[in-house]
Structure formats: C-alpha cells, structure tokens
C-alpha cells in the first residue's frame, strides 16, 4: 500500500512540494496545524514535512508522534533558513537508537 506525503508550512517553503503532488498545508493556526497533522496521521500519510517554524507552533503534537513510525514528522527548515530544531531533533532520535550521538 503506498502511503501518501504531505507538507505543512508557509506558502514559500511548501509550494515547491506540489510539484511532486504531495498535500500541502499552509494555514498558520495552532489549532488548524493540530488538526491537519492528526487528519494527514488518520488518513495513512507516510511523512509528514513541517516546517521548524510552524513545529515551534505545536510541540505537543510533534512530540506525541515522535515515537510512531507511521507517520515520520519531519522537520525542514523555511525558505528564509533552519532554526536548527529538525537538525536537533535527528540528533536525538539517532542517539536514542545506536546509543551515542555520531553525527
């Protein structure tokens, strides 16, 4: 079964995912960003970009499907440069699972 791939962040940094007909998502809403990621979540997304600005908006959420495997939250800098959360966050996730940080 092919899962589906979706982007959630503002419109610069994620209309460049259309091209490869993956959902974009560009509302600026706590609530709204909650929600899309739970409905893209239900509805078999594979991964999920967000942008680190945006993530910043809902840690709750990123944090509750950090552990899932389906689907992988990751985390793109903006079209105006990385915040360095997603690079931190790859970090953790990598020395949580080889036991040492190698990056």
């Given amino acids: 079964m092919a899962h589906k791939i979706g982007a ?3 419109k610069d940094s994620v209309l460049p995912f259309k091209l490869f007909d993956f ?11 909650r929600q899309q990621i739970d409905e893209m979540a239900k509805n078999k997304y594979g991964i999920i970009y967000i942008t680190e600005e945006f993530a ?21 800098p903006n079209h105006e440069g990385t915040l360095g959360i997603g690079k931190s966050m790859i970090q953790g996730q990598v020395e949580r699972a080889v036991g040492q940080n190698i990056l």
Wanted: hydrophobic letters at 35%; glycine letters at 2%.
């Fill in 8 to 10: 959630i962040g503002d």
């Fill in 23 to 33: 959902d974009t998502r560009t509302t600026k809403d706590k609530q709204t960003i």
């Fill in 56 to 76: 910043q908006l809902v840690p709750d959420t990123i944090k509750r499907y950090e552990e899932k495997m389906i689907p992988a939250i990751v985390l793109i």
